[in-house]
């Protein structure tokens, strides 16, 4: 059949192969686009990394690890995170199922005030840390007169942890329990559960994914803390030092030993967020309404 038969011209014939080339080469420039986006972003947070890692020898990096200021660097950060890492558990965790299951005048304000912290510049936490809590702070004197001295000592690198780090925990602690079924709760309390029960048998367990992932960002914030705790707490080896402070304190006098630290404290943020995806992974494998039917079943075999 012709041409001229079908009612077409022969100009008319090549239109659909010139659409379908035009499609395609379309996708291949999204595609192209899109390589070179993430290449480039890739690259700009991967570079200064390798960079770091690589400035030095290994062999130079390792007995990096084990100076004097390294070693006691590490015992101060681990010492105060722990620390502060189960004040904040303990604390926040209640604090936070409270603020989620509970609609009361005034929320959005608790609410902006847990997330102030996290745009607060570190600088400026560690001066309101001295300003509240500083011989001459505002809570000062009655510290003072119940014997208590908390500024530049470890117990000021915990609070100074504890309110850089801790919002990190709160707000996806919040996340996490806004996303629980109220249902699961309702039937607990019906079985015979009381509200600490009900939180910690059924509301924990539905959301350990999201109570885990914050909990391992907010560790990891904790162990790289550096502006406030320098503020509040000072530098001084074996005492107040954590790992990021050590680091500024050698930039000058020993940059080799230096960029060892900086390395370890990659590594350890590395292991962490390394742990938490594994913990999430765990966590996510078992079911939620699982969790929640075992949790429940429970109190109604009591």
Same mark, same amino acid.
């Given at each position: 059949?012709?041409?001229?038969?079908?009612?077409?011209?022969?100009?008319?014939?090549?239109?659909?192969?010139?659409?379908?080339?035009?499609?395609?080469?379309? !996708? %291949?420039?999204?595609?192209?686009? &899109?390589?070179?986006?993430?290449? =480039? $972003?890739? +690259?700009? /947070?991967? *570079?200064?990394?390798?960079?770091?890692?690589?400035?030095?020898?290994?062999?130079?990096?390792?007995?990096?690890?084990?100076?004097?200021?390294?070693?006691?660097?590490?015992?101060?950060?681990?010492?105060?995170?722990?620390?502060?890492?189960?004040?904040?558990?303990?604390?926040?965790?209640?604090?936070?199922?409270?603020?989620?299951?509970?609609?009361?005048?005034?929320?959005?304000?608790?609410?902006?005030?847990?997330?102030?912290?996290?745009?607060?510049?570190?600088?400026?936490?560690?001066?309101?840390?001295?300003?509240?809590?500083?011989?001459?702070?505002?809570?000062?004197?009655?510290? !003072? %007169?119940?014997?208590?001295?908390? &500024?530049?000592?470890?117990?000021? =690198? $915990?609070? +100074?942890? /504890?309110? *850089?780090?801790?919002?990190?925990?709160?707000?996806?602690?919040?996340?996490?329990?806004?996303?629980?079924?109220?249902?699961?709760?309702?039937?607990?309390?019906?079985?015979?559960?009381?509200?600490?029960?009900?939180?910690?048998?059924?509301?924990?367990?539905?959301?350990?994914?999201?109570?885990?992932?914050?909990?391992?960002?907010?560790?990891?914030?904790?162990?790289?803390?550096?502006?406030?705790?320098?503020?509040?707490?000072?530098?001084?080896?074996?005492?107040?030092?954590?790992?990021?402070?050590?680091?500024?304190?050698?930039?000058?006098?020993?940059?080799?030993?230096?960029?060892?630290?900086?390395?370890?404290?990659?590594?350890?943020?590395?292991?962490?967020?390394? $742990?938490?995806?594994? /913990?999430?992974?765990?966590?996510?494998?078992?079911?939620?309404?699982?969790?929640?039917?075992?949790?429940?079943?429970?109190?109604?075999?009591?």
């Amino acid at each position: 059949m012709t041409a001229t038969a079908t009612g077409l011209s022969t100009s008319d014939q090549p239109l659909p192969s010139r659409r379908g080339w035009t499609r395609a080469i379309g !996708r %291949a420039a999204i595609a192209i686009g &899109a390589v070179m986006v993430v290449t =480039v $972003v890739l +690259a700009f /947070l991967v *570079v200064p990394i390798v960079a770091l890692v690589t400035y030095q020898p290994v062999h130079d990096l390792i007995d990096g690890f084990g100076t004097g200021v390294a070693i006691d660097a590490i015992v101060v950060s681990l010492k105060t995170n722990l620390i502060a890492f189960v004040v904040m558990i303990a604390l926040g965790t209640p604090f936070a199922y409270i603020v989620a299951r509970s609609r009361f005048r005034g929320r959005s304000v608790v609410l902006t005030a847990v997330e102030v912290p996290l745009v607060m510049p570190p600088a400026v936490a560690g001066l309101a840390l001295l300003v509240a809590f500083g011989r001459l702070g505002l809570l000062g004197g009655t510290l !003072r %007169a119940l014997g208590i001295d908390l &500024a530049f000592t470890p117990a000021a =690198v $915990v609070i +100074a942890i /504890l309110f *850089v780090a801790s919002p990190f925990y709160l707000r996806g602690a919040i996340a996490a329990f806004e996303a629980v079924d109220g249902s699961l709760l309702d039937v607990a309390g019906t079985l015979g559960a009381g509200p600490v029960l009900r939180m910690v048998r059924v509301a924990v367990p539905v959301a350990a994914g999201g109570l885990g992932a914050a909990a391992a960002v907010a560790f990891a914030r904790g162990i790289g803390e550096f502006g406030a705790t320098i503020l509040f707490a000072g530098s001084f080896q074996g005492s107040t030092q954590t790992l990021a402070l050590a680091v500024y304190s050698l930039f000058d006098a020993n940059l080799d030993q230096a960029i060892a630290i900086g390395v370890l404290l990659i590594l350890v943020s590395a292991a962490v967020l390394f $742990v938490a995806k594994l /913990l999430g992974r765990s966590w996510s494998s078992a079911s939620p309404t699982s969790l929640s039917l075992a949790a429940l079943s429970s109190y109604a075999r009591r």
